[in-house]
């Protein structure tokens, strides 16, 4: 069972940058700890900010240090990141095109037992509206290094979203298919790539070509549309529907925006179902760009799964994604009910 949470791997990958890298610069406001950036600040102190508990200066701070040539990675818990500098995400990073990767930390309901002053359930559609501003949501933790790695080799704002707790690997070192803003595609068998027809070498090594091909020669029952935490309840889901010969195939969204639309229109169109997951309110997210896409290009149900339009339960992460369907076994019987 994995203990690496995804914040972890951001701190590894930025330390092993800045050894080379002295133009890149981490922020947090009070967070270090909680984000897992402590290691950083230790062993790169001229690198590091410690701005307080102060988000929107972070942010504009952040800005300021990326107009100056730095690459600025600003974490904060993604609560009062997306709410508190909301305008500062809008001007000083997005509408300057600042070199700003701003990090949602414990997104979601990773607070759950704090309820929902500190969940972060509208952040996608918060983020997601700003022009100009990228919105990632990495599954797990070999997926968070490659995405970190290749946020470092551009000068675009974006806003990752990471959970607070270690989730299961869905892919491995050696093993990682990945081409930036593509998603990926997940099969109950064990077989992915990159839901494509433009195949990164990288994916190529990895034998995957074929696989990725696969939904376009085949008719799947159902496509599940997920991001983030979510992309490993989605596979175990349909894993238990291959057991029952239902065919359900997973779009490994981590780029909600820019949305892969061509994933998107190549699924739908070989499945006779999209179902979406997320771990967040039901307006505005993933599955309300899936949907745009679906009914525009290739008309077919869409059932979107996400929290409610509420505040929800306080409990664990786990005990949250249980209560309302957002587990393995929620999704197989959404999947069922659709079909």
Not at 146 to 171: S, T
Not at 302 to 316: K, S
């Amino acid at each position: 069972m994995n203990k690496i949470p995804n914040r972890q791997a951001i701190c590894e990958v930025l330390m092993e940058a800045a050894k080379e890298d002295k133009d890149i610069v981490v922020l947090c406001s009070d967070s270090r700890g909680s984000a897992s950036l402590a290691p950083f600040a230790q062993a790169f102190p001229e690198q590091f900010v410690e701005v307080g508990i102060a988000e929107q200066d972070l942010v504009s701070i952040s800005a300021g240090l990326a107009k100056c040539g730095k690459k600025s990675f600003a974490a904060s818990p993604a609560c009062f990141l997306s709410t508190r500098s909301y305008e500062q995400a809008k001007v000083d990073c997005a509408y300057s095109n600042t070199n700003v990767t701003l990090i949602g930390i414990s997104g979601g309901v990773s607070y759950g037992a704090l309820g929902m002053s500190h969940h972060s359930a509208q952040d996608i559609a918060a983020m997601a509206a700003i022009p100009n501003m990228r919105v990632y949501l990495p599954s797990d933790r070999f997926q968070t290094a490659k995405l970190i790695r290749a946020l470092l080799l551009d000068q675009k704002p974006a806003y990752v979203r990471v959970g607070r707790n270690p989730v299961e690997d869905i892919y491995t070192e050696e093993c990682c298919p990945f081409e930036m803003d593509r998603a990926t595609i997940l099969y109950g068998d064990g077989s992915m790539g990159v839901y494509a027809d433009r195949h990164s070498e990288e994916t190529e090594k990895a034998g995957e070509s074929e696989n990725a091909e696969r939904a376009g020669r085949e008719k799947l029952d159902a496509v599940v549309v997920a991001c983030g935490e979510m992309v490993r309840p989605a596979l175990e889901a349909a894993e238990l529907l291959a057991a029952e010969g239902i065919l359900a195939a997973v779009l490994d969204m981590y780029c909600v925006k820019p949305l892969d639309r061509e994933a998107v229109i190549q699924a739908a169109k070989a499945a006779k179902l999209v179902v979406t997951v997320e771990e967040h309110a039901p307006f505005g997210g993933l599955g309300s760009m899936v949907s745009q896409v679906v009914a525009t290009e290739c008309p077919k149900k869409v059932i979107n799964l996400a929290l409610p339009d509420a505040p929800v339960i306080t409990g664990t992460s786990q005990e949250v994604f249980d209560y309302y369907g957002l587990n393995a076994e929620g999704i197989a019987e959404t999947v069922r009910r659709g079909l």
